[in-house]
T-cell receptor, first 113, second 116 residues
């Protein structure tokens, strides 16, 4: 079974631009979560989606948003990019919401110049 | 608030020696604990988890972890380290909300370096 896939793998943007990242969960998995990884803050939870609904959101500004489609694929969007948004964005999927084990994708590395 | 702590930024081990990567937790209620490993330019790979049951949990690649409730610890161990085990290791605790949401809270990570 294929794992979690994320596209693109690398991205370079400039301040003020917006970006959309994509995540395809493991086949059959319906819950998708997003995390941001930076050297300074470590791994931080962004949000979780299940059945096309955001179920939980971390402490990030409203510039960070996401959505989930009927096939469980998810996208996250960051508007008005700031230098501090440079990070590795990781997507994780689990079978259902509340399922203990989350399986992570390879991540999208975003560099904001 | 639930949290995990990894007291060591880096652990150095000689190949063939046993390794331990430490993790302590602070939770209300029963903890759901996880270990993940991250290789350079890769995402996180699931190693093992403790939900309930035996305090010694066996996982992937020969790793195991010991849950100790009295010491609130969940240390990762391996009897014989390999150079290929060199990576960044994360301990995590699951925070589960009343709405059923599923959020992992991670430690800062411990870099394991296994020397030949």
């Amino acid at each position: 079974k294929a794992g979690v896939t994320q596209t693109p793998r690398y991205l370079i943007k400039t301040r003020g631009q917006q970006v959309t990242l994509s995540c395809s969960p493991i086949s059959g998995h319906r819950s998708v979560s997003w995390y941001q990884q930076t050297p300074g803050q470590g791994l931080q939870f962004l949000f979780e989606y299940f059945s096309e609904t955001q179920r939980n959101k971390g402490n990030f500004p409203g510039r960070f948003s996401g959505r989930q489609f009927s096939n469980s694929r998810s996208e996250m969007n960051v508007s008005t990019l700031e230098l501090g948004d440079s990070a590795l964005y990781l997507c994780a999927s689990s079978l259902v919401m509340g399922e203990e084990t989350q399986y992570f994708g390879p991540g999208t590395r975003l560099l904001v110049l | 608030a639930q949290s995990v702590a990894q007291p060591e930024d880096q652990v150095n081990v000689a190949e063939g020696n046993p390794l331990t990567v430490k993790c302590t937790y602070s939770v209300s209620g029963n903890p759901y604990l996880f270990w993940y490993v991250q290789y350079p330019n890769r995402g996180l790979q699931f190693l093992l988890k403790y939900i309930t049951g035996d305090n010694l949990v066996k996982g992937s690649y020969g790793f195991e972890a010991e849950f100790n409730k009295s010491q609130t610890s969940f240390h990762l161990k391996k009897p014989s380290a390999l150079v290929s085990d060199s990576a960044l290791y994360f301990c995590a605790v699951r925070e589960k909300g009343s709405g059923g949401y599923n959020k992992l809270i991670f430690g800062a990570g411990t870099r394991l370096a296994v020397h030949p």
